[in-house]
């Protein structure tokens, strides 16, 4: 960046305190909330067709593997009520996901060069729609996938002396399938996050590169934690997370800043 773009970006910086950052942290969390309840409150209109939605990859597992009438049990009155607001806040919250990505970019935007700014239109509408494209890809490919195999190990013993029958409670039942929605669609935000490093200077394409080696790791331990205990759930979500992050690279490549050349003093020193 040259010296005029920093003193043209630096003409509109205002300095900020700590307890300044945590209170326009706590004003945009404030409106994220106020602009989820429009969509929780269409949510909760239709929360039984929500719901039907949410079970249909389940229910289709369960007749496919034989294992009899398809329910959902609650061992508490107030179940069904908390497993219908967690329904409300994380649709509403997807619903609403526009006008909370444009909070987190109010946010951060203080700290961003003019010419850094014009980004805001492209990095909430990218963010948008990767969110809601990994809540989907989970809902689409990894829910049949992972009932299917979780599922599988009902049945009855080889002896045939006793059936192992799976019971479900609705709000281990939701409180599982809305966390993979939800990890899904943060996942697949890294080519927002680092194409917008890449966009600003923070990271160059070489550097990315070079760090890919560490990613795998990454993507590996990561879909460890997220994913069900089946190998199949976890690979559906390493592929996407290691393809999403090479992507970004390539998108550095032509967006960002060019990497210094390296002069041969830098590379005979460079270890082998």
Known sequence: MSQEEVEQGA?????????EHLEELRK???????GILPGMSVAWWYKEEILSLLVRPLAQAWRRLGLGEVSLHFANPVDP????????AVVGALFSSPWIFWQIWAFISPGL?????????????????FFAGGAVFSYHFVFPLGF??????????????????????????????????????????????????????VVNWKQLLRFGRWWLVIAA???GILT?????????????????????VGLAYFIGPKPPKEGPASSAIEPS
Do not use: C, H, N, W
């Open 11 to 19: 003409e509109d910086d205002v300095a900020m305190s700590f307890m």
């Open 28 to 34: 945009r969390l404030i409106y994220s909330f106020l």
């Open 81 to 88: 009520f908390v497993s219908y607001l967690k329904i409300a």
């Open 113 to 129: 060069y003019r010419r850094e700014r014009r980004y805001a239109l492209p990095f909430v509408i990218a963010s948008t729609l």
């Open 148 to 201: 299917e195999t979780l599922l599988g190990f009902a049945g009855m013993l080889p002896d045939q002396s006793m059936r192992i029958q799976p019971t479900l409670m609705i709000g281990e039942y939701l409180s599982f399938a809305l966390r993979m929605l939800v990890a899904f669609g943060v996942v697949f935000e890294v080519p927002v996050v680092v194409t917008f490093l890449a966009a600003i200077g």
């Open 221 to 223: 331990v990561l879909a």
């Open 228 to 248: 069900p205990p089946d190998v199949g759930s976890q690979m559906m979500m390493m592929v996407p997370l290691v393809g999403l992050y090479f992507l970004s």
